[in-house]
């Protein structure tokens, strides 16, 4: 059988993090997802709840 090998883009240790000292070990977190983001999607939410709503009271 074959040994199995980590993903080429998944980091391999501390040492290997650039743009951190080597001896830091804290964790990276995503930002959180902007002002405007969230807007869009509340957005799209009552753009589709319209949509439905006029689409119900067409069709009957």
């Given at each position: ?13 501390p ?34 709840a ?11």
């Amino acid at each position: 059988m074959s040994e199995r090998q980590p993903a080429p883009d998944a980091p391999a240790g501390p040492e290997s993090d650039s743009g951190s000292d080597p001896g830091s070990d804290a964790q990276r977190f995503e930002p959180a997802p902007g002002v405007g983001r969230l807007l869009g999607w509340i957005l799209l939410f009552v753009v589709a709840a319209v949509v439905v709503v006029l689409g119900g009271v067409y069709l009957t």
